[in-house]
């Protein structure tokens, strides 16, 4: 699996302020990577056009091995007529993924909330189903855009964890905020910088904790460190 | 709800009537000019059963002609919403057409159509159809990407999913929409059949304007007013009651 940007350049129409500048960089390899920068720096432009639904700019995205892209986001709503359970049952039926959806709801924590509407839900609830569904799908590259924003910290881990133990051979592109979280469980972090400076993205190893694996402080706070610097 | 409607209405039908009274007893008019509570009361007396039946005739001649528009609206609305030349070319045509007044055509109407059921019915429901489909368009034109980014990534997205959960999101909006153009069909109605129509309260108030009785005027409006508060508040309640069930599911 590769994902190659080479020389992307973008701006939006109708502005003068240049989004992204010649940027180049590579993700190869299944598992969690990370888009990381600070807010308006451009992370969901350039998710968005890895999932080919942001066009118009110059350069070229290259994939190997990677047919199916989905791109998801925390604002996301499951339709108000049905409920959590419904749905859920509803966009595994054709599949035939039920066993994959028990223990997705199990791992999620969410067996309590399939019988509510999702308008009733918390955000950090809403959040976890609508992760849940975009599990269930076919995918190769899974984009995580604030994906898993207002879950608590110990829910948020065993979700990541339990992810990359269901999902080894996938790929997952994970936009964060939170330094620690992409910084322990990302193998690569790209950190996006404003278009002024040069590199725009800097490339950056995580500790890619898995569920079993110690974890290694002194390379986490080493990571912590660089990308800070970096960002 | 329906108290407070027709409270309403009442409030303001004894206001205009207590202001007719005032301006005959202060300017020392006559009964034919303003009819004193006598004659009105003689008028209830004597039109009030006949009107009562033309204003339901009108009525359901505004309700099938508002059902009309209803189904029409959404037909082209649902074809309005499309991205395609087709889509295109109906909001043009909506956007043009509506500027247009409908009730400057309802003469021609009445010269081809003759002065039956089927003239009011047009033009009814042609008064009452710009305006529901204008907001039809708008509404299912705007996508609800919250939701509908999901079905169209994973491949799932049909045209009848899309409509329903535009139609589903904007559920107040059309209700509103609805409920506001039933005041619409009504009016009409009775101003075709002030036009040139051979029955419904429209036509009796043609009548009574040429006879100068205003007490018959009055009887009739009271009867209109009473009446569409009803429906209003009928439709009102099929609104409240469609957007529970699927809330509840």
Redesign the interface.
């Given at each position: 699996m590769l994902i190659e940007f080479k020389d992307i350049s973008f701006q939006y129409r109708d502005t003068d302020t240049c989004v992204f500048k010649d940027i180049t960089c590579q993700i190869s390899g299944p598992g969690f990577h990370s888009l990381f920068g600070p807010s308006g720096v451009g992370k969901t432009t350039l998710a968005k056009m890895l999932?080919r639904s942001v066009n118009g700019f110059s350069g070229e995205i290259m994939v190997q091995q990677i047919d199916n892209i989905?791109?998801?986001?925390n604002?996301?709503?499951?339709?108000?007529?049905?409920?959590v359970g419904?749905h859920l049952t509803e966009?595994t039926r054709a599949s035939g993924e039920e066993n994959r959806r028990d223990e997705l709801i199990k791992s999620f924590g969410l067996r309590g909330c399939l019988d509510s509407?999702f308008s009733r839900l918390s955000m950090g609830q809403q959040n976890r189903v609508?992760l849940a569904?975009?599990l269930l799908?076919e995918f190769d590259l899974l984009i995580m855009d604030e994906s898993l924003a207002n879950v608590d910290e110990i829910t948020k881990e065993k979700i990541i964890l339990k992810i990359k133990a269901m999902f080894p051979g996938k790929c997952f592109l994970y936009i964060s905020h939170n330094l620690a979280e992409v910084a322990k469980f990302c193998k690569q972090i790209l950190v996006l910088r404003d278009s002024a400076k040069t590199p725009q993205m800097i490339s950056i190893d995580g500790q890619n904790h898995m569920k079993g694996k110690p974890l290694d402080k002194k390379f986490l706070e080493r990571s912590m460190l660089e990308i800070v610097h970096a960002s | 709800m329906l108290h407070r409607r027709i409270l309403q209405f009442l409030l303001i039908y004894v206001l205009g009537l207590t202001s007719l009274l005032f301006i005959k007893y202060v300017l020392k008019l006559s009964d034919y000019v303003i009819p004193g509570p006598q004659g009105l009361s003689h008028t209830v007396s004597c039109v009030f059963v006949k009107y009562f039946f033309d204003v339901m005739n009108t009525l359901s001649v505004a309700v099938i002609g508002h059902i009309i528009s209803v189904c029409l609206a959404t037909i082209v609305g649902i074809i309005g919403r499309l991205n395609s030349w087709a889509g295109s070319f109906v909001k043009v045509a909506a956007y043009n057409i509506q500027a247009y007044p409908i009730v400057a055509v309802a003469p021609i109407i009445f010269i081809l159509m003759g002065d039956g059921i089927s003239s009011r019915l047009l033009i009814a429901a042609v008064i009452c159809y710009f305006p529901l489909l204008l907001s039809f368009i708008g509404i299912l034109s705007e996508p609800v990407r919250d939701i509908e980014h999901f079905y169209e990534v994973t491949g799932r997205m049909s045209w009848r999913l899309q409509v329903k959960i535009r139609v589903f999101e904007n559920m107040n909006k059309l209700a509103t929409v609805i409920v506001g153009s039933a005041t619409l069909a009504m009016v009409g109605t009775i101003v075709a059949e002030f036009i040139a129509a051979d029955s419904g309260i429209g036509y009796s108030i043609r009548i009574a304007l040429y006879q100068s009785d205003l007490s018959k005027v009055l009887v009739a409006l009271f009867l209109i007013g009473i009446c569409t508060s009803l429906w209003l508040t009928c439709l009102e309640r099929i609104g409240y009651l469609i957007q529970n069930h699927f809330r509840k599911g």
């Open positions: 999932a989905l791109y998801s986001y604002l996301e709503r499951i339709p108000g007529w049905a409920c419904e966009i509407r609508n569904r975009y799908q | -």
